[in-house]
């Protein structure tokens, strides 16, 4: 089971780039994974109904917290894992024909749905309830990438943040619950706390925090809203998320704690009353609606509402009739999302206004169509009756046994199947009946394009399982009632009964045919009556609620913001360094040391450079230029790199000299749109005050220097670090073995916030998108011949080509876009030194990236240094030159680096090892002799390519996309002149 889980994981990252290669038929590979899946568990059926020897594995992954990776499949999740497994093969299989090849989005489509089928996969197995809400919150993230999968869409963007914000609260809630439950029983795992069955006033809050959790999932009142706004969503994902998964996990949760808390006080006035409010809610709604989609969507939260009621009712009867129930929608409700996808895709809409005698013109579809209505409505011989038999039955006896929450469960179980018989007759009235128009005459025929074979299958086999299961109820039954007697919280022993296809002229017989006689009555009527024309009949719903909340989330926002961001810079600097100055000054008045041991220098050095760096950092403020400002300010930091050269610190100075160049570019890039001279368009005020609240803070910093040296009073643990590096991290680089090993974790936070720059600077600059426009930069003349490849490039009018007898007194081309540079702009010999060093710079890169494990180097450093090679590329050719220089996308880096380094700390945690702990590789080799490879190398390619791609985004921004802006505003009045010239 663990290792299927991590085959979903590897599967969900390779599908995006099979789908690039094979197309959507890769869609037929991704469903190998849970059809292997959904295989493994069938071969586990023994051993699941047998429960003295029920599959379990665990992998102690996190020992320190207590977080184990154990998996357990008994009777309730071996059903679950089925219908996910199942089902999930037979949606990735339908998606081969759903999408077109030339779909964008289709490969990360692909791989979320894998894993999102991986992330339901662990949730309905895991032994470990904080495991638990993890799985349950990766659902609630995929789903969100799913649902808003047409990102264009306004309505799929709101619909899938409203997804991810109501189901995240939910999550939020279920994790406090969890935590106060795992705390209370001194326990984690779920077989454990079944077992122990714990009681009492925190177990009491603990269920009502779980029950939000899965009311909000599984999308009950009042959080029902979120799923019918997330049928924005392509149709396979409301198949098998709105049907088969997703909406499941509230109702699996509820059903995996119903044996121990049905009975506790707060278990059944929540779930009953608001599983009966949100079957009757759902079911009257779904007869308003015109889409098919929306139709079946109301009815799965109708459908939903009724699960809640069976499956947390808590008796032995309603366990089993709840796990049928859960079987039968499951296909049901999945076969006919699927079939509305295929009418949708066919004939590009969903309006039954709109659709017209379908059924005549594709009969096997239809009569897909009637078995899985049949089945929703509760008509044998399929599972649906039996499940819905057995509801009835159990619902029923527990009412006669005087209890008042059954005659409620029974009353709204039965309002609801009229209600489900009504919509389910208007689905298909909607969808193939042949309709009359305003004067009584039959509409014309909605022609219909046959679809191919392949896109039907999916939807034909789930009904056909509709019809095969119900028969072998007797097998089911068997195969069910180790759950159904495992939910007796009563421990009376009371017998779950059986299901059955016949149990006899019994009450529930006669109460579910008069439900389907009521219910085709209720939707002749709402036809006749033009009910659904008619407004709301609601005129505050909850989805009001979100909506009114949200506004006025914004609008506090706003408030706040203008309230606090004042658009100015010194005062938000002022406002730091007096909170600074204050909190700092008041600490430092009860922390003075009783004496101090100072020194006036360390080396000569210092007394050389300290004033040079204090008088630059004087004139700077005097500046009167913005770059001379700049300039001076680096001087300060240039003496920084003096300092450690002559301290012993050579790869401090070294990634400070190069930082200092970086920065220098970054302020020249922004400087070209700013004035020139500080004070031309807002002059400064509160000279003054500023110089003495900076004077305050210089102070203060250097008391806190002077103060934080005197106060140690224990050994340093830097002692130490020389001798760890070598013994733990493998080298000799204290510095760089201290950020990808000892201290990893401060690196990798440190790469976030770097990827979090980087984007934030580039949706700054960029206005509608981040597409990487000039990678597709192809200048270059292309050939497969090697002697030609040889040749120098020479410019012509069609651009660089390879030199010919033709063009041989053509100019040499030392960059491949240099011609698009206006003459006066280019550097013939900046051209040729660029064209020398870029090759070296990026190859002496790699060189400090691998060796700054036992010397000055590392992966920052070396990253800074391939940064400056596309620097010059830039400053020499421009933007296009920049796009020729690095043909990549930036965001693939940095993604890509977080991924390595990410991975390097999660690797060893497979092996048994500690997160980033790392090991080394020796060989002998003939030519080259004693080569080491140390792990934590990775990590340090991934800090590479991270500052490589933070570099490469600051260019592409701040550098081509800002001339790019200049050249379109320069473009601008130039037409607006033509065409006025035109015009007269």
């Given at each position: 089971?663990?290792?299927?889980?991590?085959?979903?994981?590897?599967?969900?990252?390779l599908?995006?780039?099979l789908?690039?290669?094979?197309?959507?038929?890769?869609?037929?590979?991704?469903?190998l994974?849970p059809?292997?899946?959904?295989?493994?568990?069938?071969t586990?059926?023994?051993?699941?109904?047998?429960?003295k020897?029920?599959?379990?594995?665990?992998?102690?992954?996190i020992?320190?917290l207590?977080?184990?990776?154990?998996?357990?499949?008994?009777?309730l999740?071996w059903?679950?894992?089925?219908?996910?497994?199942?089902?999930?093969a037979?949606?990735?299989?339908?998606?081969?024909?759903?999408?077109?090849?030339?779909?964008?989005?289709?490969?990360?489509?692909?791989?979320?749905?894998?894993?999102?089928?991986?992330?339901?996969?662990?949730l309905?197995?895991t032994?470990?309830?904080?495991?638990?809400?993890m799985f349950?919150?990766?659902?609630?993230?995929?789903?969100?990438?799913?649902?808003?999968h047409?990102?264009?869409?306004?309505a799929?963007?709101?619909?899938?943040?409203?997804a991810?914000?109501?189901?995240?609260?939910?999550g939020?809630?279920?994790?406090?619950?969890?935590?106060?439950?795992?705390v209370?029983?001194?326990t984690?795992?779920?077989?454990e706390?079944?077992?122990l069955?714990?009681?009492?006033?925190?177990v009491?809050a603990?269920?009502?925090?779980?029950?939000?959790?899965?009311?909000?999932?599984?999308?009950?009142?009042?959080f029902?809203?979120?799923?019918?706004?997330?049928?924005?969503?392509?149709?396979?994902?409301?198949?098998?998320?709105?049907?088969?998964?997703?909406?499941?996990?509230?109702?699996?949760l509820?059903?995996?704690?119903?044996?121990?808390?049905?009975?506790?006080?707060?278990?059944?006035?929540?779930v009953?009353?608001?599983?009966?409010?949100?079957?009757?809610?759902?079911?009257i709604?779904?007869?308003r609606?015109?889409d098919?989609?929306?139709?079946?969507?109301?009815?799965?939260?109708?459908?939903?509402?009724?699960?809640?009621?069976?499956?947390?009712?808590?008796?032995?009867?309603?366990?089993?009739?709840?796990l049928?129930?859960v079987?039968?929608?499951?296909?049901f409700?999945?076969?006919l999302?699927?079939?509305?996808g295929?009418?949708?895709?066919?004939?590009?809409?969903?309006?039954?206004t709109?659709?017209?005698?379908?059924g005549?013109?594709?009969?096997?579809?239809?009569?897909a169509a009637?078995?899985?209505?049949?089945?929703?409505?509760?008509?044998?011989?399929t599972i649906?009756?039996?499940?819905?038999?057995?509801?009835?039955?159990?619902?029923?006896?527990?009412?006669?046994?005087g209890?008042?929450?059954g005659?409620v469960a029974l009353?709204?179980?039965?309002?609801?199947?009229?209600?489900?018989?009504?919509?389910?007759?208007r689905?298909?009235?909607?969808?193939?009946?042949?309709?009359r128009?305003?004067?009584?005459?039959?509409?014309?025929?909605?022609?219909w394009?046959?679809?191919?074979?392949?896109?039907?299958?999916?939807?034909?086999?789930?009904?056909?399982?509709?019809?095969a299961?119900?028969?072998?109820?007797p097998?089911v039954?068997?195969?069910?009632?180790?759950?159904?007697?495992?939910?007796?919280p009563?421990?009376?022993?009371?017998d779950?009964?059986?299901?059955?296809?016949?149990?006899?002229?019994?009450?529930?017989?006669f109460?579910?045919?008069g439900a389907?006689?009521?219910?085709?009555?209720?939707?002749v009527?709402?036809?006749?009556?033009?009910?659904?024309?008619?407004?709301?009949?609601l005129?505050?719903?909850?989805?009001?609620?979100?909506?009114?909340?949200m506004r006025?989330?914004?609008?506090?926002?706003?408030?706040t913001?203008?309230?606090?961001?004042?658009?100015?810079?010194?005062?938000y600097?002022?406002?730091i360094?007096?909170?600074?100055?204050?909190a700092?000054?008041t600490?430092?008045?009860?922390?003075?040391?009783?004496?101090?041991?100072?020194?006036?220098?360390?080396?000569?050095?210092?007394?050389?450079?300290?004033?040079?760096?204090?008088?630059a950092?004087?004139?700077?403020?005097?500046?009167?230029?913005?770059?001379?400002?700049?300039?001076?300010?680096?001087?300060?930091?240039?003496?920084m790199?003096?300092?450690?050269?002559?301290?012993g610190?050579?790869?401090?100075?070294?990634?400070?000299?190069l930082?200092?160049t970086?920065?220098m570019?970054?302020?020249?890039l922004?400087?070209?749109?700013l004035?020139?001279?500080?004070?031309?368009?807002n002059?400064?005020?509160?000279?003054?005050?500023?110089?003495?609240?900076?004077?305050?803070?210089g102070?203060?910093?250097?008391?806190?220097?002077?103060?934080?040296?005197?106060?140690?009073?224990?050994?340093?643990?830097?002692v130490?670090?020389p001798?760890?590096?070598?013994?733990?991290?493998?080298?000799?680089?204290?510095?760089?073995?201290?950020?990808?090993?000892?201290r990893?974790?401060?690196?990798?936070?440190?790469?976030?916030?770097?990827?979090?720059?980087?984007?934030?600077?580039?949706?700054l600059?960029f206005?509608t998108?981040?597409?990487?426009?000039?990678?597709a930069?192809?200048?270059?003349?292309?050939?497969t011949?090697?002697?030609t490849?040889?040749?120098?490039?020479?410019?012509?009018?069609?651009?660089?080509?390879?030199?010919?007898?033709?063009?041989?007194?053509a100019?040499?081309a030392?960059?491949?876009?240099?011609?698009?540079?206006?003459a006066?702009?280019?550097?013939?010999?900046?051209?040729?030194?660029?064209?020398v060093?870029f090759?070296?710079?990026?190859?002496?890169?790699?060189?400090?990236?691998?060796?700054?494990?036992?010397?000055?180097?590392?992966?920052?450093?070396?990253?800074?240094?391939?940064?400056m090679?596309?620097?010059?590329?830039?400053i020499?050719?421009?933007?296009?030159e920049?796009?020729?220089?690095a043909?990549?996308?930036?965001g693939?880096?940095?993604?890509l680096?977080?991924?390595l380094?990410?991975?390097?700390?999660?690797?060893?945690?497979?092996f048994?090892?500690?997160?980033?702990?790392?090991?080394?590789?020796?060989?002998?080799?003939?030519?080259?002799?004693?080569?080491?490879?140390?792990?934590?190398t990775?990590?340090d390619?991934?800090?590479?390519?991270?500052v490589?791609?933070?570099?490469?985004?600051?260019?592409?921004s701040?550098?081509?996309e800002?001339?790019?802006?200049?050249?379109?505003?320069?473009?601008?009045?130039?037409?607006?002149?033509?065409?006025?010239?035109?015009?007269?």
């Open positions: 089971m663990l290792l299927l889980l991590a085959v979903f994981l590897i599967g969900s990252l599908l995006p780039v789908v690039r290669w094979l197309g959507t038929q890769a869609f037929v590979i991704g469903a994974v059809a292997a899946a959904f295989v493994h568990a069938l586990l059926t023994p051993q699941v109904l047998a429960a020897s029920i599959p379990f594995e665990d992998y102690d992954w020992p320190q207590g977080l184990h990776l154990s998996m357990r499949m008994d009777v999740g059903v679950l894992t089925l219908i996910v497994t199942g089902v999930g037979l949606v990735l299989l339908y998606c081969r024909w759903y999408f077109h090849d030339d779909a964008s989005e289709v490969g990360q489509f692909a791989g979320v749905l894998l894993g999102f089928a991986g992330a339901m996969y662990g309905v197995l032994d470990d309830l904080i495991m638990l809400v349950w919150e990766v659902t609630s993230i995929l789903s969100y990438l799913l649902i808003g047409y990102r264009r869409r306004a799929s963007r709101r619909a899938a943040l409203q991810l914000l109501v189901t995240t609260l939910g939020l809630v279920l994790f406090v619950g969890a935590v106060l439950l795992v209370d029983a001194g984690a795992s779920i077989r706390l079944l077992a069955a714990p009681t009492g006033p925190i009491d603990a269920i009502v925090m779980l029950l939000i959790g899965a009311i909000s999932k599984s999308a009950l009142f009042p029902h809203f979120w799923l019918p706004g997330a049928m924005a969503a392509p149709t396979p994902v409301s198949a098998y998320l709105h049907a088969a998964a997703m909406v499941k996990a509230g109702i699996y509820i059903a995996r704690f119903a044996p121990i808390f049905a009975l506790s006080e707060p278990w059944r006035p929540i009953i009353s608001l599983g009966v409010l949100t079957m009757l809610l759902g079911g709604q779904a007869l609606e015109t098919l989609k929306r139709i079946l969507a109301f009815g799965t939260v109708s459908q939903l509402g009724f699960f809640a009621v069976v499956v947390g009712y808590g008796t032995p009867g309603a366990a089993l009739a709840g049928a129930l079987i039968a929608h499951a296909l409700k999945s076969a999302f699927l079939i509305v295929v009418i949708d895709r066919q004939l590009s809409t969903r309006d039954i709109e659709l017209s005698g379908v005549r013109q594709a009969p096997v579809m239809a009569t009637f078995i899985s209505i049949a089945s929703m409505m509760g008509v044998a011989p649906g009756y039996v499940a819905k038999e057995s509801t009835l039955t159990a619902l029923l006896e527990d009412a006669q046994h209890s008042t929450w005659w009353v709204g179980v039965t309002v609801g199947a009229v209600l489900t018989v009504a919509y389910g007759c689905f298909l009235w909607g969808a193939f009946w042949t309709k128009d305003a004067h009584g005459a039959n509409m014309p025929q909605t022609a394009p046959d679809p191919p074979v392949g896109f039907l299958a999916s939807p034909i086999i789930l009904a056909g399982l509709s019809i299961v119900g028969i072998g109820a097998a039954d068997v195969m069910l009632q180790g759950y159904a007697r495992s939910v007796d009563a421990g009376d022993g009371t779950p009964g059986h299901l059955s296809l016949w149990h006899g002229f019994e009450p529930a017989l109460l579910s045919l389907i006689a009521l219910g085709i009555g209720v939707f009527l709402s036809i006749r009556s033009g009910w659904h024309r008619r407004p709301r009949l005129r505050f719903t909850a989805a009001d609620v979100y909506y009114l909340t006025g989330v914004d609008r506090l926002s706003v408030l913001t203008g309230l606090t961001q004042r658009g100015s810079l010194p005062l600097v002022g406002t360094f007096v909170v600074l100055l204050a700092e000054a600490a430092l008045v009860g922390a003075a040391p009783e004496r101090l041991a100072l020194s006036a220098w360390h080396t000569p050095v210092q007394l050389v450079v300290a004033p040079v760096m204090a008088i950092g004087v004139i700077a403020v005097r500046a009167q230029k913005r770059y001379t400002g700049v300039v001076l300010v680096s001087v300060t930091g240039l003496g790199v003096v300092l450690f050269a002559t301290s610190a050579p790869d401090l100075a070294l990634t400070q000299i930082v200092e970086v920065t570019v970054t302020f020249a922004v400087l070209r749109r004035p020139s001279r500080m004070g031309e368009h002059a400064s005020v509160g000279r003054v005050p500023r110089a003495i609240l900076a004077i305050g803070v102070v203060t910093m250097a008391l806190v220097a002077i103060v934080a040296t005197q106060a140690r009073i224990f050994e340093p643990i830097s130490d670090f001798q760890l590096a070598y013994d733990l991290g493998h080298g000799k680089n204290v510095v760089n073995v201290a950020l990808v090993d000892l990893g974790w401060d690196t990798m936070g440190e790469l976030s916030v770097l990827v979090l720059a980087a984007t934030g600077v580039a949706s600059v206005i998108h981040r597409a990487d426009l000039l990678s930069t192809r200048d270059l003349p292309q050939t011949r090697r002697r490849a040889r040749r120098p490039l020479v410019e012509t009018a069609d651009g660089p080509r390879f030199q010919t007898a033709e063009n041989r007194g100019p040499r030392w960059l491949v876009s240099g011609q698009r540079l206006k006066e702009d280019r550097s013939i010999l900046l051209e040729v030194i660029v064209r060093l090759h070296t710079i990026i190859v002496v890169s790699i060189f400090l990236l691998f060796a700054g494990h036992n010397g000055p180097g590392g992966g920052f450093a070396g990253g800074l240094v391939a940064g090679a596309l620097v010059m590329r830039y020499a050719g421009g933007r296009w920049l796009g020729a220089a043909p990549t996308d930036a693939r880096l940095l993604g680096g977080l991924i380094a990410v991975g390097a700390a999660l690797a060893p945690m497979f048994g090892m500690a997160p980033l702990q790392s090991a080394v590789w020796e060989a002998e080799l003939p030519v080259l002799g004693h080569l080491e490879f140390v792990t934590s990775i990590f390619i991934g800090v590479y390519l991270v490589i791609g933070l570099v490469l985004d600051v260019l592409r701040l550098g081509a800002v001339d790019r802006q200049a050249v379109d505003r320069r473009a601008r009045p130039t037409i607006a002149r033509d065409a006025e010239g035109v015009a007269r």
